[in-house]
């Protein structure tokens, strides 16, 4: 940028200047986070496109700033990612969605397994299998009825640290969905050699749906005859319209997710929102 002269690089530096300062102070506050409670989760259902019923929960976090701000974990995420944070965190999520399911439980109430998001750092950790089993442990929470979501870019390497990782949690029936899946399409094998239960679409896709898509519809066809062809269950994320479930309905979808059903809710709104489910 020499030849640009002093206006293009005073230009590039404030532009450079406020990214990097901004992220800075989103860094600093983020390991505050915890200890300060900021962290929360809300809770989203997963639906049965045959019979209704709730087939589990997903947690997600939420993360209310020091200055009261909301803030979306599609941009903090990869910031704790970047600066290690998220093994804290992403610990406690895990902590805090088998205490909460196991509360839920509790009080009677049916939702199948809960699943929780976890990033690729967080499965390249040598420590996250044990963790994880020692968190249900700790809840009293059966290792069956967890899912764990991981995305396609996590699963790209097969190395040994995943390796143990997965025969641990197929010995003790925690399962695996493909998060986002479709965004990824690089390479499929994978699939096969990981335990992977369920695959859930993008919902970029899925929002596609109803409109004049023909190929959006062969896109979500195709990955539910791939699903269930390599034995794992489908769903669908993001459904929004009774005209999209139907769709997905006809297509052999077998769950969905989405504004449809409830948006995510605090855990007491998600409690009074499963009371009134159907069996
Ligand atoms: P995701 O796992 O794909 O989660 C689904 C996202 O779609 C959520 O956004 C959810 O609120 C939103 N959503 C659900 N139904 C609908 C719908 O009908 N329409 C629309 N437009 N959106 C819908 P959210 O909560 O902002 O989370 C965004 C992403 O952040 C998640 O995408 C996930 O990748 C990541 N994330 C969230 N919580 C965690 C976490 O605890 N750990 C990690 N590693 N990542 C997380
Ligand atoms: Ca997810
Ligand atoms: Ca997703
Ligand atoms: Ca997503």
Known sequence: AKEGGRNSFQFYNDSFFEKVQRRVTLEQELRQALPRGEL????????????????????????????GSLRSPVEFIPIAEDSGEILAI?????????????AWHEAGLQF???A?????????DPQFADDVLAICQRYRWPTDRLELELTESALMRDTEVLRRAFDLFAANGITLAVDDFGTGFSNLAYLHRFPVRHLKIDRSFVQQLSGDGERMRGLTQAVVTLGHALGMAVVAEGVETEITLDLLRQ??????????FTRPLAPEQLETWLRVQPG
């Not at 297509?251 to 449809?260: I, K, M, N, S, V």
Request: aromatic content about 6%.
């Open 90 to 102: 992403g610990r406690w999520v895990l902590a805090e969605a088998c205490r909460q399911a196991g």
């Open 112 to 114: 199948g397994r809960i």
């Open 40 to 67: 929360s989760l809300v809770y989203q259902p997963t639906v049965c496109l045959r019979h209704g019923n709730v087939t589990g929960i997903e947690a997600l976090l939420r993360w209310q700033g020091p200055d």
């Open 116 to 124: 929780v998001n976890v990033s690729a750092v967080q499965l390249r």
């Open 251 to 260: 297509q052999g979808c077998d769950e969905a997710q989405g504004y449809l």
